[in-house]
């Protein structure tokens, strides 16, 4: 049964009404003040169902509340008044609140009883006894029922058609609202954020959105042509960018073209399309560049089948261009190139740096005693244009005497096939490039005889005045590093492929260059011995980053096996680098030196490393520089002990990098040779 709930009508004065919020339900209104003056405040709280009528009431001490329920007619079925206790002013406290609260809470059990009553006389009044009983029912309480269903049933079926007429009213307005949505949704894009509060990127002039643009390409390589890197991503975005991509030749001034020549017979058809396609965006591209300087690089992949594809790029595509080129990068076969050497220097003025790296024939005979220097232009080619500063060959048939060695800055002669120049001619030629800053010699053919540097003391050196950066790989008494004067040299890497009982070079080499700055040195276990390599060590003064590891074996570790004794990664170079006392008459190898990584497998003792660390970062003694970063591998399995987690207050600041010998690899003096692999001696 349902009531309405009237429950404030006030005998007192208007006035005295608090005019706070009345907690009942939510969104309940502010209590009212009456008509006039000593009438009445009365508030509807509303319809309510149920048992639970609970409230919280504020008015003015003194104050008559009559509480009335009143059925759905209006009809007052429940009334009780309530008298609001009065109102303390000394202690600042009710003094009757209890009583207040009882009262209410004694009209909420009334009116909870009489909805039960009547919930209960309801049931009483069912026009079937059986409703309430468990009796038999007649053929009148029978047809009785069937008429009270059948009422219902007329009703629900009413009800029913009007649930469908207004579903079908929804439906319809539902259909309206999209069709509006639809024939609006242009305008309502031009009203939206971002179109009328536009981005700040959309504030930005042209100018600075090309800045930008420019800012996006590849730093260390020319870009692709793919559609997911800068520039030809930036044409994707939107129309506005794509006009601002378009119009910015910087971003067309560098190409990196991929020349695919094989896919095999039944890929022919697909292959020339596709090289068709690519060769007209190639056009596109450089068109876009304007007239500004080309850095453009080149691949021809190696294939037993190949088509010529990648003359064809050079004779019809980039020859074209090559008064404006710059920047040249090729690798392709040495026979392709011949577009590029029948090439004369005054057809590219503006050429700074060469970059040829080759295949040889697909027939891949490594044979280099027959010389094809013949197929290029007699004066040298590009090769020997006046304005090339970089150079980097790796074919030892080029026109050595029409390079301009002079003008060079930057020199790389690197074959990565084991042959390159002959030793004569890269020695004449350094004899001549004075300016160079850098030079790169990775690996020198072998000579009938090798070279003596028996007199290297006496010998005519290769002075090198502007060098910094020097790397160089060799074989065994093939050494050009000892005939090098670099005093200007600030980062070398060495490396020679096998070992050998002649004097290393590096050490003959830091000898007779004392007075140089070394900065940074990578060199490798095969370069020098032990006693060699801390005599090394003390030629560089100067020194603050050590790399002592083989840069190309992929980060497998390398041991000594039986000459395990002489290894010269052990507790001994550390106490070098920062000994235990601090003398001033004590020798410190290498004072300066912050940067070490060790990568070769060490004999090092974890209580070494320990101390080496805390002794470098106590900074006791002055004349020794704090580290940056330190690498380390041992020549053993992690144990139990976390020395990272004792070095944790002292590694503050610095990278500290320890590896240790993988479970199941076992070094060549492990004391497990000789026994089977077994989970308890290689991977516990």
């Known amino acids: 049964m349902k009531f ?13 009404v608090s005019l706070s919020h009345v907690p009942l339900t939510a969104n309940t209104p502010s ?68 009583t207040f609260n009882f009262a209410l809470d004694h009209f909420v059990w009334l009116v909870q009883n009489r909805i039960w ?20 029912t007649t053929d009148a309480e029978i047809f009785k029922i069937k008429t009270i269903l059948h009422n219902s049933d007329e009703e629900i079926r009413k009800i029913d058609e009007e649930i469908s007429h207004i579903q079908g009213v929804l439906q319809g307005l539902r259909r309206k609202k999209e069709a509006l949505l639809q024939s609006t949704k242009n305008y309502r894009a031009i009203l939206s954020p971002a179109r009328v509060s536009p981005s700040p990127i959309r504030r930005l002039s042209h100018d600075a959105m090309k800045e930008i643009f420019i800012a996006c390409l590849p730093r260390n390589r020319n870009p692709s042509m793919c559609s997911d890197e800068p520039p030809m991503l930036l044409t994707q975005v939107s129309s506005q960018w794509r006009d601002i991509a378009l119009a910015t ?12 020549t094989d896919l095999g017979e039944s890929g022919d058809a697909y292959l020339e399309e596709l090289i068709q396609r690519r060769f007209a965006a190639v056009d596109k591209w450089l068109e876009r560049s304007g007239a500004l300087p080309l850095s453009i690089s080149a691949h021809e992949p190696t294939s037993s089948a190949r088509k010529p594809y990648f003359s064809a790029l050079l004779q019809h595509h980039l020859i074209p261009v090559c008064g404006r080129l710059q920047h040249l990068d090729i690798m392709a076969y040495d026979n392709s190139l011949s577009p590029l050497q029948h090439l004369d220097e005054d057809k590219v003025p503006l050429l700074k740096s060469v970059r040829l790296r080759t295949h040889f024939s697909p027939s891949f005979d490594w044979n280099v005693t027959v010389s094809k220097s013949v197929n290029w232009k007699e004066s040298g080619g590009i090769i020997a244009s006046p304005s090339l500063r970089i150079l980097q060959v790796s074919l030892s048939d080029i026109r050595w005497e029409g390079v301009r060695w002079s003008h060079l800055t930057n020199l790389d002669l690197d074959d990565g096939r084991g042959s390159g120049p002959p030793i004569s001619l890269t020695i004449e030629a ?20 090798p070279v003596d540097n028996s007199d290297i003391w006496e010998a005519q050196p290769i002075e090198l005045p502007s060098l910094k950066h020097l790397k160089v790989q060799e074989h065994p008494g093939m050494s050009v590093l000892p005939r090098l004067r670099t005093p200007l040299l600030q980062i070398l890497f060495y ?22 700055s070394l900065e940074k040195l990578t060199t490798d276990h095969l370069s020098t011995s032990a006693v060699e390599l801390v005599e090394c060590l003390r030629c560089c003064t100067s020194l603050r980053a050590l790399r002592l590891g083989d840069a190309f074996s992929g980060g497998s570790p390398i041991v000594y096996g039986v000459a395990a004794p002489n290894h010269p990664l052990n507790d001994k170079l550390l106490e070098l680098f920062a000994p235990e006392a601090f003398p001033e008459t004590h020798e410190i190898v290498c004072p300066n030196i912050e940067d070490v990584e060790l990568w070769n497998e060490g004999l090092f003792s974890e209580d070494a490393v320990v101390n080496f660390i805390r002794r470098k970062q106590s900074g006791l003694d002055g004349r020794i520089s704090k580290l940056r970063s330190f690498k380390v591998c041992f020549a053993k399995r992690q144990g139990r002990r976390n020395i990272k987690l004792e070095l944790a207050s002292l590694c503050k600041g610095i990278k500290v990098d320890l590896n240790y010998r993988l479970r199941g690899q076992r070094s060549p003096i492990s004391l497990y040779n000789g026994l089977p692999y077994s989970w308890m001696t290689d991977w516990s």
């Open 117 to 136: 009553q009547e919930s209960r006389k309801s049931d009483s009044e069912a026009p079937v006894a059986q409703l309430t009983t468990n009796g038999s």
């Open 4 to 16: 309405t709930l009237i429950p404030f009508a006030l005998t007192t004065l208007a006035s005295a």
């Open 430 to 449: 350094l004899r001549q490039a004075t300016l160079l800053i850098s030079l790169v010699l990775q690996p020198l053919s072998l000579p009938t005889s």
């Open 495 to 516: 490396r020679r492929f096998s070992e050998s009982q002649l004097p290393s070079p590096l050490l003959q080499y830091l000898a007779l260059n004392v007075d140089m």
């Open 31 to 98: 209590l009212p003040p009456g008509d006039s003056p000593g009438g009445p405040a009365i508030v509807d709280l509303g319809t309510q169902t149920g048992t639970s009528l609970t409230w919280v009431v504020t008015v003015a001490p003194g104050t008559i509340i009559a509480l009335d329920l009143r059925d759905s007619a209006g009809l007052i079925a429940l009334s009780a008044p309530v008298t609001r206790a009065a109102y303390n002013a000394v202690n600042n406290r009710d003094t009757d609140v209890q």
């Open 249 to 260: 030749p910087q971003l067309w001034a560098a190409i990196h073209i991929a020349v695919p």
